[in-house]
């Protein structure tokens, strides 16, 4: 099941149409990966002090399906979809709810690959209770 995280579209956010603009998605994307891991009891940040590993991004996809405008409430659900030894990839949708509980509006839906790394971009594993969780979460996705 992936988490959600529920967000307000800034100003900031927006054109002069009050329509987001589109690399805020990715920005928003990431929000989604830290509240995941913070969903898993994990911080972000352990994973980089404590662990003293990073993951930069390699590849971000999105497909954009109806525009966000300035104070939508939107949703960010966010899944892990792959973990292969240093490559992780995460899933995402950005959906704006419904009034009603009728189906939410799919706005945009992507991908971001990440490979684990050390402070010197050298592949490592990922620390295990990061790993153990990750999997968890994709094999309840299957």
Not at 13 to 22: A, I
Not at 52 to 81: G, K, N, Q, W
Not at 123 to 134: C, G, I, R, S, V
Request: glycine fraction near 2%; aromatic fraction near 8%; charge should be negative.
């Amino acid at each position: 099941m992936p988490v959600t995280h529920e967000i307000r579209v800034r100003y900031a956010e927006t054109d002069q149409m009050h329509v987001v603009y589109y690399a805020n998605y990715l920005v928003w994307f990431e929000i989604g990966r830290v509240e995941l891991l913070r969903s898993l009891g994990l911080a972000y940040s352990d994973l980089e002090t404590e662990h003293h590993c990073i993951l930069p991004v390699v590849e971000a996809t999105c497909r954009y399906r109806s525009p966000a405008r300035y104070d939508d409430r939107i949703l960010i659900e966010t899944r892990p979809a792959l973990l292969r030894g240093a490559v992780i990839r995460f899933a995402y949708r950005i959906l704006r709810p419904s009034p009603n509980d009728a189906e939410p509006t799919l706005l945009a839906e992507g991908e971001t690959v990440h490979v684990v790394c050390d402070e010197h971009l050298k592949k490592k594993h990922l620390p295990k209770q990061f790993e153990d969780a990750l999997k968890s979460m994709i094999a309840e996705h299957k």
